[in-house]
């Protein structure tokens, strides 16, 4: 079993405000990472670093942590959006990362 | 911009050694403080990181699959490769390399862009 646990499935209407959790205890002491993947394509960085973005992921994307539960959050998402997304960070030992399973996003 | 591609043969039996090549190209591997990684997910299953290989040579492996794996680093190429003992059908997955882009004094940190689109190993 997987140390990051995410939501199988999340649903937003278009335009609305969705947040996308990732839960584990080492995220009390390590930041999480968000990817976003398509059908068919590589997945693609989407926040570092708690609450940072590359280059070209726009502003809606959002990263934020409160205790053990590390959160992605989309304001007014798009339809563009429709993906799946996962979380990462260091395993509770410290000695390797760990994923989470997966969250469907339909918009 | 820096691209990755997987390459390797998608069958290997039962025992045997799995062998994939990722291929860098746009950049230099042996440049900056980039980890290069392998990563994998099994069909339905979520993903599994498997280990890197820092510009120096050193690696680090998931302690599930320590003493099956080996990470190297074939900078005159520009590849870095896996290599994976006395394979299972539980091996079975969709391979993937990737870049760690890494910070001074950040053992992990998890960033991994980019990657390569994946390959499928099918163990059987």
């Known amino acids: 079993s997987s140390e990051l646990t995410q939501d199988p499935a999340v649903s937003v209407a278009l335009g609305q405000t969705v947040r996308i959790t990732c839960q584990g205890d080492s995220l009390r002491r390590y930041y999480a990472s968000w990817f976003q993947q398509k059908p068919g394509q590589a997945p693609l960085l989407v926040i570092f670093?708690?609450?940072n973005r590359p280059s070209g992921i726009p502003e809606r994307f959002s990263g934020s942590r409160s205790g053990d539960t590390a959160s992605l959050t989309i304001t007014g998402a798009q339809a563009d959006d429709e993906a799946d997304y996962f979380c990462n960070s260091r395993a509770t030992s410290g000695d390797h990362l760990v994923f989470g399973g997966g969250t469907k996003l339909t918009v | 911009q820096v691209q990755l591609q997987e390459s390797g043969p998608g069958l290997v039996r039962p025992s045997q050694t799995l062998s994939l090549t990722c291929t860098v190209s746009?950049?230099?591997?042996?440049?900056?403080?980039?980890?290069w990684t392998w990563i994998r997910r099994p069909a339905g299953k979520g993903l599994e990181w498997i280990g890197r290989v820092y510009t120096t040579g050193s690696t680090d492996y998931n302690p599930s699959l320590r003493g099956r794996v080996t990470i190297s680093l074939d900078t005159s190429r520009g590849q870095f490769s896996l290599t994976l003992n006395s394979v299972t059908a539980a091996d079975t997955a969709v391979y993937s390399c990737?870049?760690?882009?890494?910070?001074?004094?950040?053992?992990?940190?998890?960033?991994?862009?980019?990657w390569g689109q994946g390959t499928l190993v099918t163990v059987s």
């Open positions: 990737a870049r760690e882009q890494g910070v001074a004094g950040a053992p992990f940190t998890g960033w991994f862009d980019p």
């Open positions: 746009g950049g230099s591997i042996d440049s900056g403080t980039n980890y």
């Open positions: 670093n708690r609450n």
